[in-house]
């Protein structure tokens, strides 16, 4: 009888220690979002100087923490590759 106690005790200490992970992580990736959203309508901002925005996008798979890369298409059909980094929003219009 003793045992299950110690079992079941286990058992929610684990459950609890598990739902805790997740529910840092749910805030640490709320964080990260609202970040990157702010990021963005940076970014977009900058661009709309130049002229209208067709679309904004964001290349996940090439950014980390520390870099954001993507793209920016404008309606009059420049299209230029963008790096924030550290704050710093760097540039380049692609050829076709």
């Given at each position: 009888?003793?045992?299950?106690?110690?079992?079941?005790?286990?058992?929610?200490?684990?459950?609890?220690?598990?739902?805790?992970?997740?529910?840092?992580?749910?805030?640490?990736?709320?964080?990260?979002?609202?970040?990157?959203?702010?990021?963005?309508?940076?970014i977009?901002?900058?661009?709309?100087?130049?002229?209208?925005?067709?679309?904004l996008?964001?290349?996940l798979?090439?950014?980390?923490?520390?870099?954001?890369?993507?793209?920016?298409?404008?309606?009059?059909?420049?299209?230029y590759r963008?790096?924030?980094?550290?704050?710093q929003?760097?540039?380049?219009?692609?050829?076709?």
């Open positions: 009888m003793k045992n299950k106690k110690v079992l079941w005790g286990l058992a929610a200490l684990a459950g609890a220690a598990g739902a805790a992970y997740v529910a840092t992580r749910v805030t640490q990736e709320k964080q990260v979002n609202e970040e990157r959203e702010e990021a963005v309508a940076q977009r901002a900058h661009f709309e100087s130049l002229g209208p925005v067709a679309t996008y964001v290349l798979h090439e950014s980390d923490a520390d870099h954001l890369r993507g793209g920016v298409v404008m309606e009059s059909g420049t299209s963008f790096e924030l980094s550290e704050g929003l760097s540039y380049q219009e692609e050829s076709l």
